[in-house]
């Protein structure tokens, strides 16, 4: 076992499954890395907003 699977065992194996069969583990890495991804997304959306409202 890999430290990145020892660390990450809460994960129970999950993986992405690719169109060709491969899987790919996902890693808690990759789940910050999304979640950090949707809240700048978020806090654009929200800055695009308050623009479009006249600052409200």
Known sequence: MTDTQSTESWM????IILSDGRE???T???VR???E?????D???QQ???V???GR
């Open 12 to 15: 129970n194996g999950a993986a």
């Open 24 to 26: 790919i583990p996902i």
């Open 28 to 30: 808690d890495t990759m």
């Open 33 to 35: 890395s999304s979640l």
């Open 37 to 41: 991804k949707l809240a700048a997304d």
């Open 43 to 45: 806090e654009d959306d």
């Open 48 to 50: 695009t907003s308050r």
């Open 52 to 54: 479009a409202n006249g």
